[in-house]
């Protein structure tokens, strides 16, 4: 039996670790080998993803913003059109799947900030509810 000790993201643990052969039984490694350098720890705060910058409006109260990049291959709705909570306003495709984007609420499409055929980012503006 091996002792380690690894340090992962600044927490260290220690593990004892037991060679096995393919039929499960305990076996004595031939050598043992040299510890490796552990990774350098990557500070909790430069984990953390960048947000996603705004690119083409304000997000406001009524606002649908798309939950991943992707294309807009299908728009219901134009500006004016009533709308209920819950109605499927346009088609976000992403990673070859369609994905429904929904109102959030009963209202009138104030804006629609995207195109049948354009592509937007996560967390840009695709539409919004007043």
Do not use: H
Not at 17 to 39: L, M
């Amino acid at each position: 039996m091996s002792k380690y000790r690894i340090t992962l993201e600044g927490r260290t643990y220690e593990m004892d670790v037991e060679f096995i052969d393919g039929s499960g039984a305990s076996k004595a490694p031939a050598a043992q080998a040299a510890p490796k350098a552990a990774a350098p720890s990557v500070s909790p705060a430069a984990a953390q993803p960048a947000p996603v910058k705004q690119a083409n409006a304000e997000v406001t109260a009524g606002s649908v913003v798309a939950p991943m990049p992707g294309t807009v291959i299908k728009i219901f709705k134009n500006p004016g059109d009533a709308v209920t909570a819950r109605e499927v306003v346009m088609i976000l495709e992403a990673m070859k799947m369609e994905n429904e984007i929904i109102a959030p609420a009963d209202g009138t499409i104030a804006s629609i900030n995207c195109t049948v055929g354009g592509t937007v980012a996560a967390g840009d503006v695709l539409f919004e509810v007043k």
